[in-house]
């Protein structure tokens, strides 16, 4: 199997997309990219740096303020796995709380910041064996990737999936708010006018709702097959 292609994993919040892309990266020898820690990178960034008022609206000033930013992926030794830098800090843990998770939405539906990082994303991706993931991979980033999955679960399904995700980072907040959060986020990724969450025509469908990561593995694996074989 020498052909390297690219896979786009899109979907909603929490539905594992990540665990199944990692996965298959690592059995692949594929790069990994999260595209939703660099939303949430510069979201962070904002926060930081006072960009947000207290009604959530984000400041024009970000917009000139871009080039200052500058995210990278560095493999951590202890975890094997690659964590987010802002400005040359590691805020993998920041960049997950409810508080960035709050944001994230309003920050990633500017467009400015959208051509930035889809760029950056296009640059990263541009050898081919790549597995990224994210809202807008297979319709935007890699209109032409060779393997496109849209993945969905229901929201009680993935409130809690990502709750039990919060609880394990002690991270103080209620299932009820997370649900909260995942509905706000659904909304917004998929009514924003700037490249909303949709399913590419092409894509296949993958609802994980009731399947173990083992299986939703073996799933892909074999779409990767019969394209690659
Ligand atoms: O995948 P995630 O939940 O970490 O993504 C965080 C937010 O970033 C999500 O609410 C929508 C946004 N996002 C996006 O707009 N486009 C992407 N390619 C990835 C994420």
Not at 21 to 47: E, H, N, P, Q, S
Not at 124 to 151: N, Q, W
Not at 198 to 227: C, F, G, H, R
Request: proline share 3%.
């Amino acid at each position: 199997m020498n052909r390297k292609i690219t896979i786009a994993i899109d979907g909603y919040s929490s539905t594992g997309k990540s665990t199944i892309a990692k996965a298959i990266a690592r059995r692949l020898r594929y790069i990994y990219v999260d595209t939703g820690a660099m939303y949430r990178a510069v979201t962070l960034f904002c926060i930081q740096n006072g960009l947000i008022d207290p009604s959530g609206q984000i400041s024009d000033r970000l917009k000139s303020m871009l080039p200052a930013i500058n995210i990278e992926f560095r493999r951590s030794n202890s975890t094997d796995t690659a964590e987010t830098f802002l400005n040359s800090v590691n805020v993998e843990k920041e960049i997950r709380s409810m508080e960035t998770s709050s944001h994230v939405s309003a920050v990633s539906a500017i467009p400015e910041v959208r051509k930035m990082l889809v760029g950056q994303q296009q640059l990263m991706g541009r050898h081919g064996g790549i597995v990224m993931d994210g809202r807008d991979i297979g319709t935007v980033v890699f209109p032409d990737a060779e393997l496109k999955i849209f993945m969905t679960a229901s929201p009680e399904i993935r409130a809690l999936r990502r709750f039990t995700e919060l609880q394990a980072r002690n991270e103080n907040v209620t299932l009820e708010e997370v649900r909260k959060n995942i509905e706000e986020r659904d909304f917004s990724d998929t009514h924003r006018d700037t490249s909303p969450l949709k399913q590419a025509e092409d894509a296949l469908v993958l609802d994980n709702s009731s399947m173990t990561p083992e299986e939703q593995l073996e799933w892909l694996y074999e779409k990767v097959m019969e394209i690659c074989e």
